[in-house]
């Protein structure tokens, strides 16, 4: 398979997943808001959130290290076979010291004992995880397959044992089962991938350092992802406020999944390869095909959710939810500004080997966040949160900015932003118009999300957008080699 439909492929693959991770709470979300209500969604955003930083300590940036080692060394089966044991036994010892200070907390804790219990399968999947070697070989396929399986049987199980509120503890527990099992289904795979090495040419600790460096931004990353929830449980006290935020968070983040993350997922591997090969003006030329693409997604999920928020939150979260619109509206611009900080660093400075510098520019926001929630929270409850988050992530996303200009102008990558902003403001204006259409709330939902769609790529055609271009270009071209044959 040559370069560009390998790419292709994984990208496809990868995005499937991403959308099956996306349409999984589409189905199941309507059904657990309702059934465990706002209270019970805040108590598992909030355990949920302090095991995050247990999984995060045991897999102590494996995943981004692992996909860079392996990609460099994707042509040398006996030293990627090396390296992904090395890797993989430092996980399992970091995740055996992680699980220790599980329990502790699990042993002190009286009011919340049965959610951590319950999130334990959790933490020991992370010894599984081993999506970092297939993506490093880019065999997405491998990691994709397993856990679809895996997932869709998980909101199967969701339905039909999950029934009335005392069923918090069942639901977060499947939550953690799927999550394991989907990780141990990617060893089915590896024998055909690794060659027998010799365990006495291990060297764990010198991947210790590394990993350590990935890990800082990993953990100073949870301070605007995953402190937050935390910080909303403790300030507030109120299960209500987390369940809200949990919600919100939820919708953007699946709009985040499916604008960069597949993208990143695939192009990481991709890269740090090419920088080993020195390829750089091949690295210029995806990175700005990749921020075209992002843009194109980006500018329209964040301009329709603000659109379609009210309808959104009545569909699928039912009555008692109707904070969660507002915080939507203010947690749409994160869809752009986390795309511009996550692209460049898993495109250019994690491949270029500035994974330390990019740490700095994480800690400084995580640093601004952090006081910026501890002084809004209290006031402000989650909306002091998203706020805080905003502005920590417009800092990590200009400092990024700033220190790319040795491979990227920035100005080449907004050059076309005004256009889809253009594109984005129509459309939000025609759904709201549709909005006042007197029929079922579903109903109007589903025009709006359809129509909305059909004008943003519309307006950006007619106006000649550079991503619409290219794809009114290769149809062109697909419709000429068919011609042909």
Not at 26 to 47: C, I, K, N, W
Not at 49 to 54: A, K, P
Not at 260 to 270: E, G, K
Not at 379 to 406: D, M, P, Q, R, W
Request: glycine share 6%; hydrophobic share 50%.
């Amino acid at each position: 398979m040559n370069t560009k439909s390998s790419l292709k492929v994984n990208y496809l693959l990868s995005l499937s997943y991403q959308i099956l991770t996306m349409i999984t709470p589409l189905f199941t979300a309507p059904y657990v808001s309702r059934v465990l209500g706002a209270d019970g969604v805040g108590e598992y955003s909030y355990t949920q959130s302090i095991m995050t930083y247990f999984s995060m300590l045991a897999a102590l940036g494996t995943a981004s290290y692992g996909i860079r080692e392996i990609a460099r060394y994707r042509n040398n089966k006996a030293t990627y076979s090396r390296l992904f044991w090395e890797i993989e036994i430092l996980s399992i010892l970091t995740t055996m010291v992680s699980l220790v200070g599980w329990i502790i907390v699990i042993c002190f804790s009286m009011e919340y004992r049965a959610s951590f219990v319950a999130l334990t399968p959790w933490l020991i999947s992370t010894i599984f995880d081993i999506s970092w070697f297939y993506n490093g070989l880019e065999k997405v396929s491998l990691t994709v397959l397993g856990n679809s399986i895996c997932k869709i049987a998980g909101v199967i199980s969701i339905f039909v044992f999950v029934k009335q509120k005392d069923d918090l503890y069942l639901y977060i527990f499947l939550n953690a089962i799927t999550c394991m099992a989907g990780n141990m289904s990617m060893w089915l795979f590896l024998p055909r991938y690794l060659v027998k090495v010799n365990p006495q040419e291990f060297r764990i600790g010198r991947h210790f350092h590394e990993t350590l460096i990935y890990f800082i931004p990993t953990i100073a990353s949870s301070v605007y992802m995953v402190l937050d929830k935390t910080l909303i449980g403790i300030i507030t006290k109120n299960a209500y406020e987390n369940g809200y935020y949990e919600q919100a968070s939820k919708i953007v983040n699946m709009a985040k999944s499916c604008v960069f993350v597949s993208v990143n997922n695939i192009m990481t591997a991709r890269i740090s390869y090419l920088y080993k090969e020195n390829r750089i003006d091949e690295i210029k030329g995806r990175i700005y095909k990749s921020f075209d693409f992002i843009f194109f997604l980006g500018y329209g999920a964040f301009f329709g959710i603000i659109a379609v928020s009210e309808e959104l939150v009545s569909v699928f979260f039912g009555t008692g939810y109707e904070p969660v619109i507002t915080l939507l509206k203010m947690m749409a611009p994160l869809i752009i500004i986390v795309a511009i900080s996550n692209c460049l660093g898993a495109q250019y400075f994690t491949p270029a080997g500035l994974r330390k510098q990019s740490s700095e520019y994480i800690i400084v926001g995580s640093i601004v966040n952090l006081i910026l929630n501890l002084v809004l929270i209290p006031k402000f409850e989650t909306k002091g949160a998203v706020i805080g988050s905003i502005f920590a992530e417009i800092i990590i996303s200009s400092l990024y900015l700033v220190h790319c200009n040795e491979i990227i102008k920035v100005n080449d990558l907004f050059r076309h932003s005004y256009k889809r902003v253009l594109a984005g403001m129509v459309m939000w204006g025609v759904i709201r118009i549709i909005a006042k259409i007197n029929i079922s709330v579903i109903a109007v939902l589903a025009i709006e999300i359809f129509v909305g769609a059909l004008v943003y790529i519309a307006i950006l055609a007619i106006i000649k957008d550079s991503f619409i271009k290219q794809i009114i270009a290769l149809a062109q071209k697909k419709i000429k080699e068919w011609h042909i044959c």
